[in-house]
């Protein structure tokens, strides 16, 4: 498949029209081309390095080895690094829904739901590598496929990297081997006709594949800032003397943080944020703020045991309509940062943002541009 088809067949054509496009707008436009732009050099075999948007925040998230030095050779620290890596890792799969980039600090493009994470140390002289086994299921877009649902189960494979910088340890886990040969195509909204998709040369599957690849290839990083063992996690390698990109920095709060992020979401498209856990006598606080558009409508609904709503997203082409008690809904604009606590009973929860007009007051603008969301939700005590 040459990278000729694959542009072809990935960003479409363009209109040839004259157009006034505002900086705000062409910024967006040119994240929107870099994303796909990342997918051809993953399929073609080409290394990526594109950086757009940067921004940092500590929040210290446990307390690894309190009170030893940073130190690569002291083993059982390293062993404590390794074990609060891969438990986040996994963590991040399960429970939040992993989004799905094609490099670091890339827009998001669809988000990966797993339902099973194990993972297997290796400390041995010849081989010290982590293994992670991982199956679930997600959504993804492109312009040539519109919306990809799909199922994924594979085997990944990190070898550790120790390296101290500013009194800081990072610890890299990157990325040796990656196996999702068990992927399946659930649904796709393929915007190109099947004959047009065999004369590009473009198996869905194979673009489908490749992403996943891509996200799972950027590894993930550890940082122990310091003796008392503050430790942070973000995904990607991250440069030494950086920190976690978030959107909001959380200085001091009694709540406990349960996703502090970005997303983008693209016209007649939605995004799933969860699951998000409440007991009994708490509630969440949530907020967001959105650029690239006017509005957009966000819901809060019961995940429910089997997350349906997910699993219709992912095998049924078009935005999925609330046909279930929400909890929540508010139409987002983009003229002030929006916060609220959200009382709840207990269970689990989606976040869901609506870039389409499937439920809500706000209908996407012609213009094409994605909606991009800073979402902070957190949870703890209700107010009175």
């Not at 429910?304 to 987002?332: E, M």
Request: aromatic share 8%; with cysteine.
């Amino acid at each position: 498949m040459t990278r000729a088809r694959l542009q072809a067949a990935l960003l479409g054509t363009m209109g040839r029209r004259s157009v006034y496009i505002s900086p705000a707008a062409m910024h967006l436009r040119l994240r929107y081309f870099v994303t796909q732009t990342c997918l051809l050099a993953a399929l073609g075999g080409f290394s990526t390095s594109c950086r757009i948007d940067p921004g940092a925040g500590k929040a210290a998230v446990a307390v690894v080895g309190a009170g030893i030095v940073n130190d690569p050779g002291n083993k059982s620290l390293r062993f404590d690094i390794l074990r609060f890596g891969m438990a986040e890792f996994c963590r991040e799969l399960l429970q939040n829904g992993t989004p799905l980039r094609l490099a670091d600090d890339q827009p998001v493009i669809g988000r990966f739901f797993a339902d099973s994470c194990q993972t297997k140390t290796i400390d041995e002289v010849a081989r010290n590598s982590v293994l992670v086994q991982f199956g679930g299921k997600g959504y993804a877009w492109t312009v040539g496929t519109g919306r990809m649902g799909f199922r994924a189960q594979g085997l990944l494979e990190l070898a550790p990297d120790f390296r101290l910088a500013d009194d800081a340890l990072y610890v890299y886990f990157r990325p040796v081997h990656v196996d999702t040969s068990d992927f399946g195509l659930l649904m796709t909204e393929s915007s190109l006709t099947e004959a047009v998709m065999d004369v590009a040369g473009v198996s869905e599957i194979e673009v489908g594949r490749a992403i996943i690849d891509a996200q799972l290839g950027r590894g993930f990083t550890v940082i122990r800032y310091d003796a008392d063992g503050h430790t942070d996690f973000g995904l990607g390698l991250i440069a030494a003397g950086e920190l976690p990109f978030r959107p909001f920095t959380v200085v001091s709060s009694p709540r406990r943080t349960l996703a502090n992020g970005r997303t983008e979401i693209f016209r007649e498209q939605q995004d799933y944020l969860g699951r998000l856990h409440v007991e009994a006598g708490e509630s969440l606080t949530v907020t967001l703020a959105i650029d690239g558009t006017k509005a957009i409508d966000v819901a809060l609904v019961e995940a429910g045991p089997d997350a349906a709503l997910v699993q219709r997203y992912v095998t049924q082409r078009g935005a999925a309509a609330l046909d279930q008690d929400v909890a929540f809904s508010a139409q987002i604009s983009g003229a002030a940062p929006f916060k609220s606590e959200l009382k709840v009973a207990a269970g689990d929860y989606f976040l869901v943002f609506d870039h389409a007009a499937a439920f809500g007051e706000t209908a996407p603008g012609s213009d094409g541009l994605p909606a991009r969301v800073d979402y902070l939700v957190q949870v703890g005590r209700a107010s009175p």
